[in-house]
């Protein structure tokens, strides 16, 4: 059966690359909001999801982690302070990765987590930091080579084994899909293009690439789920107030027509974790 993933990368407004130069106030929060909203929906839709969790959130949302792990979805780690990977020293980024291992375990008794790098930055030296610390699968890779944050992750001696998974004796990487539209390859997963991609396109290439491919993997931000208003920082760029606010409103009915969309199609809808276990019997 094709398989489906859902997950959320579970971030504040501030934890965005182009808020970070102008942050004076931590104060106003979208997070929990945005999160609930995606928890309503899928429990509407009766799916488990995977979340991805900044790991400096974690002892302050630690009622809310519980709720979704009290849910039977899967809890995996997005950096700890969500700074890029590709920003840090390969011995920052090890004692980041480092840190979040230590507080998933202690705080939520999660080992073995999975990892999603902030904007996708990663390449393939980090990418074995990671599989060294026993992280068990990553899901950073993402072919849009226009994108100007994005890194490169290569893993050539990995063996693909179902439409964007490629795994190894001990690790599996999950590679974001996109479909091939105008010589580019377009992003038919994450929130952003979901709200700013006119809807009939979004759905042509989605339908397109579902065809074709027998996995699927859709991740999404809370504040792309939720109204709420933020005043945000004085000195944002015009650009990046608009980058902020383009579609919102329209995120969550969009997500949930995606999921039926999904449904549709005769995809099943499981964990990146639970994924994982199947990949590595297979082995
Ligand atoms: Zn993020």
Same mark, same amino acid.
């Given at each position: 059966m094709k398989k489906a993933v859902i997950s959320i990368d579970v971030e504040d407004w501030y934890h965005l690359e182009y808020f970070k130069d102008n942050l004076n106030d931590?104060?106003?929060?979208?997070? @929990?909001?945005?999160?609930? @909203?995606?928890?309503?929906?899928?429990?509407?839709?009766?799916?488990?999801a995977t979340f991805f969790i900044v790991g400096e959130l974690i002892s302050s949302k630690l009622k809310l982690l519980k709720k979704i792990i009290n849910q039977d979805h899967e809890i995996s780690g997005h950096s700890f302070n969500h700074v890029r990977p590709l920003t840090q020293s390969l011995e920052e980024f090890k004692l980041d990765s480092t840190k979040l291992?230590?507080?998933?375990?202690?705080? *939520? +008794?999660?080992?073995?987590?999975?990892?999603?790098?902030?904007?996708? $930055?990663?390449d393939d030296e980090r990418l074995k930091i990671l599989k060294e610390l026993n992280y068990s699968?990553?899901?950073?890779?993402? $072919?849009?080579?226009?994108?100007? *944050?994005y890194g490169s992750i290569n893993i050539k001696q990995y063996k693909k084994v179902f439409d964007n998974v490629y795994t190894?004796?001990?690790?599996?990487?999950? @590679?974001l899909p996109t479909q091939r539209f105008l010589n580019k390859n377009i992003?038919? /997963?994450?929130g952003g293009?979901?709200?700013?991609?006119?809807?009939? *396109?979004?759905?042509y290439l989605l339908k397109k690439?579902?065809?074709? +491919?027998?996995?699927y993997f859709f991740f999404i931000h809370p504040f792309e789920l939720t109204n709420k208003n933020i005043s945000l920082p004085k000195d944002s760029s015009i650009t990046s107030r608009l980058r902020f606010r383009i579609g919102r409103s329209k995120g969550a009915s969009r997500f949930s027509k995606l999921i039926k969309i999904l449904k549709?199609?005769?995809?099943?809808?499981?964990?990146? /974790?639970d994924f994982n276990k199947e990949i590595n019997n297979l082995k």
């Amino acid at each position: 059966m094709k398989k489906a993933v859902i997950s959320i990368d579970v971030e504040d407004w501030y934890h965005l690359e182009y808020f970070k130069d102008n942050l004076n106030d931590k104060s106003q929060s979208i997070l @929990e909001d945005g999160t609930n @909203e995606f928890i309503n929906i899928i429990t509407e839709e009766n799916i488990k999801a995977t979340f991805f969790i900044v790991g400096e959130l974690i002892s302050s949302k630690l009622k809310l982690l519980k709720k979704i792990i009290n849910q039977d979805h899967e809890i995996s780690g997005h950096s700890f302070n969500h700074v890029r990977p590709l920003t840090q020293s390969l011995e920052e980024f090890k004692l980041d990765s480092t840190k979040l291992l230590v507080e998933l375990k202690e705080k *939520l +008794n999660i080992i073995n987590p999975g990892y999603r790098a902030p904007c996708f $930055s990663l390449d393939d030296e980090r990418l074995k930091i990671l599989k060294e610390l026993n992280y068990s699968y990553d899901s950073s890779k993402i $072919s849009a080579g226009f994108h100007p *944050l994005y890194g490169s992750i290569n893993i050539k001696q990995y063996k693909k084994v179902f439409d964007n998974v490629y795994t190894d004796k001990t690790f599996t990487e999950f @590679e974001l899909p996109t479909q091939r539209f105008l010589n580019k390859n377009i992003p038919i /997963s994450g929130g952003g293009y979901l709200r700013i991609l006119p809807w009939f *396109l979004f759905k042509y290439l989605l339908k397109k690439y579902l065809k074709e +491919n027998d996995t699927y993997f859709f991740f999404i931000h809370p504040f792309e789920l939720t109204n709420k208003n933020i005043s945000l920082p004085k000195d944002s760029s015009i650009t990046s107030r608009l980058r902020f606010r383009i579609g919102r409103s329209k995120g969550a009915s969009r997500f949930s027509k995606l999921i039926k969309i999904l449904k549709k199609e005769g995809f099943e809808f499981v964990t990146f /974790s639970d994924f994982n276990k199947e990949i590595n019997n297979l082995k």
